[in-house]
Every structure is written in C-alpha cells, then in structure tokens.
C-alpha cells in the first residue's frame, strides 16, 4: 500500500472517530440534565484516565482535551435548541485546560467531591517547588550501581564503592521558590518525591431549566496542549 493511500485512511479513521465523538457529545446533551465545567492545571493524562473511571462518575460522563469540538457543538446546539438557555454563554467558559462533567446527581454531592478530591504526584517541568531538598554525602541506598553513569550526568559527585552508590558530597536537588527543569523532576521522580498536589476547580454549571451559572471566573490561559487532537 502505498504512503498516500495509508495517509488516507488514516485520515478518514481520524474523521469517523471525530465525528463518532460528536454524536456521541450530542447524546450526553439530550441524556443528562446537568453540565459541570471544571478547570486543572498540569494534571498527568494518566490521572485525569483515573479520575472518568472513579465509581462515583459510573452514571455519569466526563470529557477532557476537546475545548475546539465542544465549543462549536454547545455552538450549534444553541441554534437547533432555542428552549436550552444560555449555550452560547456556556461555550464562551470552555477555554484553558478544562474538563465537563455530565450528571443528573445533585449539586451539593458534586460541590462536595471536588471540594475534596486533590492527588499528589511527581512535579512537572516548570513547577515551583515550596520545599528544598538536598542530599547529604554517604551512601545513597535508593539507587543501585548501575545508576552511577546516569547520576553523574544528573551533576551528582558518586561512585560505587563496594556495590552501593556513594555521594562524594552534598548535592541540592531543588531549592523552594525556584522552577524545576526537567532533570530535576527526573531526578524526583527517582527519589519518590510527590511534590505536586493537583485539584479540580468548578467553573461553571449549566442545567436545562436554569441555564448557566459561573462559579469560578477565573481565566485557565494556557490550556489548549491537550486539545491537539481536535482540529
């Protein structure tokens, strides 16, 4: 097969998925009476997987990364459901790193759970870290000796003396106050040092009887890195 033909059919597999998520979209519209928009900020994909198969959401829906397909679809909707209030509005709130929530569960359990609902991880590159941390000379007992090649490149002074990893002197991985690169979030991450702590925020909530409702204006602006796969 040649490289255009594959190209095109990886085009229409893209199209089809597409347009089945936009069906899909408008179903939850019509199934659920309820809309929650919430904001993040630099949550792991990997959490946010998590977080749309908790228990509590088994009834029901969560969407994330598709701010462009949502938008034009609230957009659309407005103009084919004059007696659903406010989409227009609703649209406008779908900017920055932004989840919607679907439910017909009520709004002092769903207030609740995000009130509660936090997870530590492992940083990010450019997180502000709020703590120092530094490492003492000695024996580092957390690494194994054929990490020595890899801990050098990291700056680290070590060498292996008899089998187990020795700091020649202290090393400061992080400083508080100060940004972290991505090789000290390496270096974390080798350390089990969770210093993140992410939150969900509620932004607005939207219902068929009553429209739209902010509850947080504040402005998520730079949130589309995980929207590229919607164009």
């Known amino acids: 097969m040649s490289k255009s033909k594959i190209k095109e059919e990886q085009q229409l597999q893209r199209f089809n998925l597409i347009k089945e998520q936009q069906e899909e979209f408008?179903?939850?519209?019509?199934?659920?009476?309820?809309?929650?928009?919430f904001s993040y900020k630099d949550i792991r994909t990997n959490i946010m997987k998590q977080i749309v198969e908790y228990k509590e959401w088994e009834r029901s829906k969560i969407w994330y990364a598709r701010n462009k397909m949502i938008t034009v679809l609230l957009k659309n909707l407005a103009?084919?459901?004059?007696?659903?209030?406010?989409?227009?509005?609703?649209?406008?709130t779908i900017k920055g790193q932004i989840g919607v929530l679907f439910t017909n569960r009520p709004q002092w359990e769903i207030?609740?759970?995000?009130n509660k609902f936090s997870v530590w991880d492992y940083p990010l590159p450019g997180f502000e870290v709020d703590v120092t941390i530094k490492l003492d000379s000695g024996p580092l007992t957390l690494f194994q000796p054929e990490m020595v090649p890899y801990l050098k490149q990291m700056g680290m002074r070590v060498a292996d003396v008899d089998g187990i990893v020795f700091?020649?002197?202290p090393f400061l991985v992080c400083r508080a106050g100060t940004i972290l690169s991505k090789?000290?979030?390496?270096?974390?991450?080798?350390l089990g040092?969770?210093?993140?702590?992410?939150?969900l925020?509620?932004?607005?909530?939207?219902?068929?009887?009553?429209?739209?409702?902010?509850?947080?204006?504040?402005?998520?602006?730079?949130?589309e890195r995980m929207d590229a796969?919607?164009?």
Request: avoid cysteine; proline fraction near 1%.
């Open 193 to 199: 040092e969770k210093l993140a702590v992410f939150q």
């Open 79 to 92: 103009l084919a459901h004059s007696e659903w209030p406010d989409l227009t509005k609703l649209a406008s």
């Open 229 to 231: 796969n919607y164009n």
């Open 26 to 37: 408008k179903a939850d519209m019509k199934n659920y009476n309820v809309l929650y928009v």
């Open 167 to 169: 700091l020649k002197r």
């Open 111 to 114: 207030k609740e759970w995000f």
């Open 183 to 190: 090789r000290q979030v390496n270096l974390l991450h080798l």
């Open 201 to 223: 925020h509620l932004k607005a909530v939207w219902t068929k009887g009553g429209g739209l409702e902010i509850l947080n204006d504040e402005d998520e602006s730079d949130g």
